[in-house]
């Protein structure tokens, strides 16, 4: 299976720029997806085919990379962005995700 | 629009049968993909398997000999079905819908916390 790997944690001051990896152990193209996910709820789709911004989500968010290295960036974080984020590969079987990345807010 | 709701038992003791129902409305189960993932407490997503809008199967290698999907497609439902359940199968289940098989989840239920436990 592909794993991916991401760090488990970041904190950051609100108005400041991250950027959050996802290493993949295989190349998967463009097909990785990045989720956002709050204390009691679903996953939320934020990025799609590594740089595609979903809909309704706001354009702070980008994606970048391809084959086995990829980013999130939020430019600026808000406090609201406190949450966990995750990749997610489809371009190998099984679809799989990356253990999360857990964004505080100083 | 686009909805799904995971429904079951809260509570499922070792060894015995989980079942769960999705049930979808805002699009057709013969027109798109339905998934599983799962998420125990504090921890990763793990994709569990798909039924397909054709009524194809696919499921992940681990879960595989324990791990039945279905659906009544009259009802706008999916079924998952998983036996001989431990304790590490707690977590919250979701269903999910693709976008045409292309391998991203926009929709997604609310999801189901399942804990097994005597």
């Known amino acids: 299976d592909t794993v991916l790997i991401q760090s488990p944690a970041l904190a950051v001051s609100p108005g400041e720029r991250v950027s959050i990896s996802c290493r993949a152990s295989?190349?998967?193209?463009?097909?990785m997806h990045w989720y956002q996910q709050k204390p009691g709820q679903q996953p939320k789709l934020l990025i799609y085919?590594?740089?595609n911004l979903a809909s309704g989500v706001p354009a702070r968010f980008s994606g970048s990379g391809s084959g086995t290295d990829f980013t999130l960036t939020i430019d600026p974080v808000e406090a609201d962005d406190t949450a966990t984020y995750f990749c997610?590969?489809?371009?190998?079987?099984?679809?799989?995700f990356g253990g999360g990345t857990k964004l505080e807010l100083k | 629009q686009v909805q799904l709701k995971e429904s079951g038992p809260g509570l499922v003791q070792p060894s015995q049968t989980l079942s769960l129902t999705c049930t979808v409305s805002?699009?057709?189960?013969?027109?798109?993909?339905v998934h599983w993932i799962r998420q125990p407490p504090g921890k990763g997503l793990e994709w569990m398997g798909r039924m397909r809008y054709n009524g194809d199967t696919s499921y992940n290698s681990p879960l595989k000999s324990r791990l039945s999907i279905s659906r009544d497609t009259s009802k706008n439902q999916v079924f998952l079905k998983m036996n001989s359940l431990q304790t590490d199968d707690t977590g919250t289940y979701y269903c999910t819908r693709d976008v045409s098989g292309s391998g991203w989840f926009v929709y997604w239920g609310q999801g189901t916390l399942v804990t097994v436990s005597s």
């Open positions: 085919k590594a740089s």
């Open positions: 295989e190349g998967v193209n463009s097909y």
């Open positions: 805002g699009f057709s189960l013969t027109s798109y993909n």
């Open positions: 997610q590969q489809s371009w190998n079987d099984p679809r799989t």
